[in-house]
Structures are given as structure tokens and as C-alpha cells.
């Protein structure tokens, strides 16, 4: 039996503001650093070791992971971060708060942009300081991989493939590994493992530095998956980021 840890990342300061984060590169509130200290002390009083890290090129992500494996003891690990575990892209929604948008399309359209798996927000253009092909972090990749926006499938459509080809390998090879990662990326991580139909991922979210431990057999199935945690807590979590996108 595998097994392998994803967490999202801790609130950041735009998920605090209620806006459209995607690549944005926004970081930890001071919350956002707390919580990611709780989930390294859950992890450690469950006795999870970890022996190699993927995470985002996006700092809320990598500073979560940094935190877990600080408070686990752990920050000698490698700690390989990519693209694409990148949150998902929100194209031109990103930077708008997400009640106001509701209030102006309604609550029924900012559920569509948020949680349909293949309807995308409007694109940005190539000039727009928020395309990724302007950020020289993403300078390693060819300009016609960066996303100008994306909805769930194209997102699982880059997770996927960095999960088999890469992450698979080395928890075959009984490497403990952890994922720090975002809302969206890891729903299309989670669809995946638990053949979740695109019309049930609507009703997915996935809370903030809670650590989710999945049980895989060798052909990486799940044999079950739980958070660790406060199972109150988390439920009223999930049930807050799914509120998000409502007018009030
Ligand atoms: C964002 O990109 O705004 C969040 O990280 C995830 O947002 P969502 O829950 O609205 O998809």
C-alpha cells in the first residue's frame, strides 16, 4: 500500500479579500501562516515522514510546504516546484472580488466560471501584464503552454500528466511524497484518483492547509482517503470556500 499527502495551500491575503487569485502571486496572511502550522503539527503527531515535496511556482504554495516541513522537522527534503501543479488560471476574472462579480452576473454564472469543468472565464490578451507569458518566472516554457485562462479540464489536462509522469514514479518507488498545491489543481488531482464525473466536481472544494492523505493500491487506486483533522472543522471550511462566490 502507497500513500501520498496533498494540502492545499494557507488562506492568502487574496483569498482573505474574497478575489479571483489564479496565478496571481499573492501570499500567506498571518492565518494563512498559522494554519499551515497546524497542518505540520497534525502531520507530525500522526507520524507522517516524507521523503520528497512537489509543490507550485507560486509563493502561497511553497511557503505552506516550507511551514509544514518546518514544524515537521523536515525542510531537508527535496523540494521540486512546477508549474504545473499552478493554480488553475481565472483568466479575467483574476483580481476581482468574487461576491461583487455575483452581485453583477449572478450567483448561478459565478458558480459556472468557478466550478463547471469546461467553461472557461474570458481570456486575457498576450499583453496583459497578468498573461504568464510576461512573468520571467515562466521563462523556461514554451509561450504556447502558458494559459491566457482555463477551466477545470484544462487544468487536470496539465496536472495529469505531471502526476503520472512524474510524481507516480517515485511513490512506486516507496517514496513518501507530499503536494502543496491549490484549490483547483488538486480538485483536478482529486477527480482523477476518485473518477469524480464532471458533473459531481461542481459540488467539490477543498479547504485550506488541511491535509488530505490518500491510501493508493499499486496501480494507484484509492483505497480510502481521509482528512486529517477536526472532521467539524474541515466540513465547515469546505462549506465557507464553497460560499465564496455568493453575492452575500
Ligand atoms: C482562486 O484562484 O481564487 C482560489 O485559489 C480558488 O478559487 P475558487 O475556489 O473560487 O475556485
Not at 7 to 23: A, V
Not at 181 to 198: C, E, F, Q, W
Request: aromatic share 10%.
Amino acid at each position: 500500500m502507497y500513500k501520498v499527502v496533498l494540502f492545499r495551500h494557507g488562506e492568502s491575503q487574496w483569498n482573505l479579500e474574497n478575489r479571483f487569485t489564479g496565478w496571481t502571486d499573492v501570499d500567506l496572511t498571518e492565518n494563512g501562516r498559522a494554519e499551515a502550522v497546524r497542518a505540520g503539527k497534525l502531520l507530525k503527531e500522526a507520524g507522517f515522514k516524507f521523503d520528497i515535496a512537489f509543490t507550485s511556482l507560486l509563493t502561497r504554495a511553497i511557503r505552506t510546504l516550507w511551514t509544514v516541513l518546518d514544524e515537521m522537522g523536515q525542510m531537508y527534503i527535496p523540494v521540486h516546484p512546477d508549474w504545473h501543479l499552478n493554480e488553475r488560471h481565472y483568466g479575467a476574472l483574476q483580481g476581482l472580488n468574487k461576491a461583487e462579480t455575483a452581485a453583477q452576473y449572478g450567483d448561478e454564472q459565478v458558480l459556472i466560471w468557478r466550478r463547471a469543468y469546461a467553461v472557461a472565464p474570458n481570456p486575457l490578451d498576450k499583453e496583459d501584464p497578468r498573461w504568464p507569458g510576461n512573468d520571467e518566472r515562466y521563462a523556461h516554457i514554451p509561450k504556447d503552454l502558458l494559459p491566457t485562462t482555463e477551466c477545470l479540464k484544462d487544468t487536470v489536462e496539465r496536472v495529469i500528466p505531471y502526476w503520472e509522469e512524474t510524481i507516480v514514479p517515485f511513490i512506486k518507488a516507496g517514496q513518501n511524497v507530499v503536494i502543496a498545491a491549490h484549490g483547483n489543481s488538486l480538485r483536478a488531482l482529486v477527480k482523477h484518483l476518485d473518477h469524480i464525473s464532471n458533473d459531481d466536481i461542481v459540488n467539490l472544494n477543498i479547504p485550506t492547509a488541511q491535509p488530505l492523505v490518500y491510501e493508493l493500491d499499486e496501480r494507484m487506486k484509492p483505497i480510502r482517503s481521509y482528512y486529517l483533522g477536526d472532521a467539524e472543522a474541515i466540513a465547515a471550511a469546505t462549506a465557507a470556500v464553497a460560499n465564496q462566490g455568493k453575492a452575500k
